[in-house]
Structures are given as C-alpha cells and as structure tokens.
C-alpha cells in the first residue's frame, strides 16, 4: 500500500499516518513526489485493513499494491531512482558503461585492461575475482589475490569497482574491496546470499537468471531491499531459449519492461547476451536506444589468451570503436529527447 499525501499536508499530519502504521507493527518509508509526499507501508497490508487511513487528515488517498515486490516497484516509488555507486550515479542523464575482463587472470593483465578501460571512457572496471563456472576444472579465478588487484587498479585509475559475490561466506571480504557487489545469474535466486548481501549496505549489481522472468527477478531485487539496502541495479544479460547460435537470448524488451515495472535502474550486458564479440557494438547501441542506463561489456588485452570468455570479448580497439557509437548516439537521443516516452 502507498497513501497519497495532500499537497497541503503537514508535517505533523504525517507524522500521525506513520504512527499509525507502526502501531500495527508495519514500517513506513517517506518518499518525496514531484508536488507531494508519499508514504510507502511496507509488510502485510490486511493490517490495515480496520484502519480509516484516507479519512485521516492531510491524506490525499491510498492506493493496493498488488505485486508482490513492493520496494521495487514503479506503484511504490513512482519517480526513477538514482543510484549512487562511491560518486557515479547510475540512472542518471549519462549512461553509466562497466567494462573489463571476465576473469581477474594477473596484475599485469588486469592492470593493462584498466587502462584501456580508462582510456576509453568507462567509469567502473569490471572483472571476476570469484568465478562460478559451469565446469569445476576451469579457471576458477584468484579470489582474494583478484580483489587486490582491482583495488589497485581502483587507485591507479580513479575508475569504481563492481565485482561478483557468489557465496556468503564472502561478502565481507569482497565488500572490504569492491564499490558495487554483482550477483551472477546462477546466483539470482540465492535467497540467503540476496539476504545477506542486503545487509552489509554496498550497492547491488543484480543479473537476470539463466531462465528468470521479470516478476522472478524483481522479486530477488526485493529480497536484497527488504533488509534495507535500496541500492539495486538491475543487469539484462540474455536468458536461455531454443537459440543455439547466440550463448543466450538478449531480452532487449526487459529494457522497457523494467523501466515501467520499477523505479530502479537498468544496464545491459551484450557480451553475455550474445557469446560472440561481434554482436557486441549492435547490441549495445540497441540497449541505449531502448532506454538501458548502462552498459556491461568484457574487454581483454588479448582475447585469443583470455582464461574464460575470450569469444565474447572486445580487444581494445573493438572496445574503443563501440565506446564511439554509445556517445554519439546517446548525444543524439538526449538532443532529440527520443526517450521521453520510457517512462510516461
């Protein structure tokens, strides 16, 4: 439920809804409108139920929430967030891109990709230290030694860190390195890791599923909200189909799905969405033509000795040549104002 308050209300009239939404043991959330205030009653509403709310004074009405993620939806929190990662806001004006290699494989190789990341115009360096993958004899990553190096090349660089969690165990340790902690796709429904991610605070790069759909996702979106971290990005990076020749099926439609489900912002990943370095640029160009607020893409020095994902990663100057098409197209969407409809 969210009740509407009145332009005119006061801050006492709110003060006395919120009271009495705790007092039947819910929690409130205030949230500023474009003209009004809104409060957000978050838990079992049949609480309210006995409860006269829009006759009380400076309450304009209320409105039922009927999904079942409510944190995350567009009816709770009508107006677009803005997520702040460490100084970069993501949902913002500009296209927010995350780049670099899949696999944290050395100091020199990832030193090397955050510079070419930089270069390029990127504003956080992305790469695994912990690698689930879908065979245990391949390259599982360096752990806590990756993390070390992207700290260091967060310090040489200047670019944000986002960087996978895959276990509870975990958390702590990649949060003490990382800006932003990534949730895979294998891991989208890990309730006690989306839990417990929640609560250490650090904003939340949340991937689609293998075969997630979008009330799937925007529910593992408010398992991490629901312990009082607000600050989830979701990440499109194509679901599994009948499709052989892509890796999966990028879901461009997800783009504007989300954008009218949620308020929370939405990036894509065409590297994952497609297995192939050369859908990589059309894909990506079409990601911000739909409205993504970002981009994910892999960048290795040298693809062909890549440890994982060599197939799907742009070299440096595939890197920079598609770098050149977002800004230019976003440049002309913004000029032309061409996705204004998004939203409305």
């Known amino acids: 439920m969210v009740i509407i308050m009145s332009p005119e209300a006061t801050q006492q009239n709110i003060s006395e809804v919120v009271e009495v939404i705790k007092g039947v043991g819910l929690d409130a959330k205030i949230m500023?409108?474009?003209?009004?205030?809104?409060?957000?009653?978050?838990?079992?509403?049949?609480?309210?139920?006995?409860?006269?709310?829009?006759?009380?004074?400076?309450?304009?009405?209320?409105?039922?929430?009927?999904?079942?993620?409510?944190?995350?939806?567009?009816?709770?929190?009508?107006?677009?967030?803005?997520?702040?990662?460490?100084?970069?806001?993501?949902?913002?004006?500009?296209p927010i891109i995350m780049a670099g290699p899949?696999?944290?494989?050395?100091?020199?190789?990832?030193?090397?990709?955050?510079?070419?990341?930089?270069?390029g115009g990127a504003q956080f360096l992305r790469g695994g230290a912990y690698k689930p993958r879908t065979s245990p004899y391949s390259f599982q990553g360096l752990e806590e030694e990756g993390l070390k190096y992207l700290a260091e090349a967060r310090e040489k660089t200047g670019l944000k860190i986002v960087t996978e969690v895959t276990?509870?165990?975990?958390?702590?340790?990649?949060?003490?390195?990382?800006?932003?902690?990534?949730?895979?796709?294998?891991?989208?429904?890990?309730?006690?890791?989306?839990?417990?991610?929640?609560?250490?605070?650090?904003?939340?790069?949340?991937?689609?599923?293998?075969?997630?759909?979008?009330?799937?996702?925007?529910?593992?979106?408010?398992?991490?909200?629901?312990?009082?971290n607000p600050n989830v990005v979701f990440c499109e990076r194509g679901i599994r189909t009948y499709e052989t020749y892509t890796r999966n099926t990028l879901d461009m439609s997800a783009v504007a799905a989300i954008k009218h489900l949620s308020h929370l912002p939405i990036i894509v990943d065409p590297s994952h969405g497609t297995g192939k370095w050369r859908m990589v640029k059309p894909m990506a160009l079409a990601a911000i033509a739909a409205g993504a607020d970002g981009l994910m893409m892999e960048v290795h020095p040298n693809p062909a000795k890549a440890l994982s994902d060599g197939s799907q990663s742009l070299t440096p100057e595939h890197y920079r040549d598609v770098m050149s098409?977002?800004?230019?197209?976003?440049?002309?969407?913004?000029?032309?104002?061409?996705l204004s409809f998004v939203e409305d």
């Open 325 to 338: 098409g977002i800004q230019k197209l976003s440049k002309f969407l913004k000029d032309e104002k061409l």
């Open 102 to 119: 899949c696999a944290v494989e050395s100091r020199e190789q990832l030193m090397e990709a955050a510079e070419i990341i930089k270069a």
């Open 167 to 228: 276990t509870v165990e975990a958390i702590e340790k990649v949060a003490a390195y990382a800006d932003m902690l990534q949730i895979g796709a294998r891991n989208m429904q890990n309730f006690g890791l989306l839990k417990e991610v929640g609560k250490c605070g650090k904003p939340v790069l949340l991937k689609r599923g293998l075969a997630a759909t979008l009330d799937e996702w925007l529910n593992a979106a408010e398992y991490i909200m629901n312990e009082g």
């Open 32 to 94: 500023e409108g474009a003209q009004q205030k809104i409060i957000g009653v978050i838990g079992d509403k049949t609480k309210m139920a006995s409860i006269p709310v829009d006759a009380m004074q400076g309450v304009d009405h209320s409105v039922s929430i009927s999904k079942s993620y409510k944190l995350a939806s567009r009816e709770f929190h009508p107006q677009s967030s803005i997520i702040n990662v460490s100084g970069i806001e993501i949902g913002g004006d500009e």
